[in-house]
């Protein structure tokens, strides 16, 4: 009975941990009892992160993480209840808010090799260019090249491909050809991009911008002559000569492009 007794008890007891009340909402509860599971702490993890108890909330993450590692959409808690479960990526956004920017680097990025969210990629981001200002080194802008040859190209093609590289250490944080950014799901230290363009007939003044995180820029501009029309022909007149026994016409006549005339 003395067994039984213990056993009970010891699955009554209750994490203890600080209840704060601010702007008269309570911060550090959870729904339900607290049975010391993971989805508990990452729950009252995230009450503290919500009231700005950062310390509080950065242990609570630590504890769901010992005993549920992943990040991951759609956890399983007991029964046919589940929840979403990014420890790695609350963790990570509290470290960032308390000034740890290293140890904020390494769980959000561990969080987006587990599980890719909108919410950790803009986190990484901000933490990447805290850390670029704080080690306050002269930046240079990204390294920019574009896959032809020359500054000036014909192409009869629709659409027209227009591709490149973009490297920087300080990672690549946006690509915009003609204004308009080409998608990205987050920043990197290379970047390749290709991007069809739908171009009319005749000139196009092409730029390409990338940028890093540190908001310096590059820019590369290039003409384009799309061509998808034969040349002008005109025919002045066609003659023969009675006296040639071949009978040969001759034709008069001139052709006309802005590319030139090839043969």
């Known amino acids: 009975m003395v067994l039984i007794l213990f056993s009970v008890t010891s699955c009554a007891v209750q994490e203890i941990a600080p209840v704060y009340n601010k702007n008269r909402k309570t911060y550090g509860e959870v729904q339900g009892s607290f049975r010391g599971k993971w989805w508990n702490f990452y729950e009252r993890g995230l009450s503290y992160a919500d009231g700005r108890f950062f310390e509080e909330a950065a242990r609570d993450f630590r504890t769901a993480?010992?005993?549920r590692e992943n990040?991951?959409?759609m956890a399983r808690t007991y029964g046919m209840?589940?929840?979403d479960y990014f420890p790695h990526r609350e963790l990570g956004i509290i470290l960032f808010r308390m000034?740890?920017?290293e140890a904020a680097e390494?769980?959000?990025d561990l969080s987006l090799s587990q599980f890719r969210s909108a919410k950790a990629r803009f986190y990484l981001d901000r933490v990447r260019k805290e850390l670029i200002e704080k080690r306050g080194h002269d930046i240079e802008p990204p390294r920019l090249w574009l896959d032809m040859e020359t500054d000036e190209v014909w192409t009869k093609e629709d659409p027209v491909l227009i591709s490149g590289t973009a490297?920087?250490?300080n990672f690549v944080s946006a690509v915009m050809i003609q204004g308009i950014?080409?998608?990205m799901e987050d920043s990197k230290q290379q970047v390749s991009f290709k991007e069809n363009l739908s171009l009319d007939q005749g000139p196009h003044t092409i730029e390409v911008l990338a940028q890093n995180l540190a908001g310096k820029t590059?820019?590369?501009c290039f003409l384009i002559h799309v061509d998808r029309e034969g040349p002008l022909i005109t025919i002045e007149g066609v003659s023969t000569d009675p006296a040639d026994p071949a009978g040969l016409a001759t034709i008069k006549g001139f052709a006309y492009d802005d590319a030139g005339i090839a043969h």
């Open 65 to 67: 993480i010992e005993k």
């Open 71 to 73: 990040d991951q959409r």
């Open 81 to 83: 209840h589940f929840v």
């Open 99 to 101: 000034g740890d920017l």
């Open 106 to 108: 390494k769980e959000l």
């Open 167 to 169: 490297e920087d250490e």
């Open 181 to 183: 950014p080409i998608y």
């Open 218 to 220: 590059s820019r590369k």
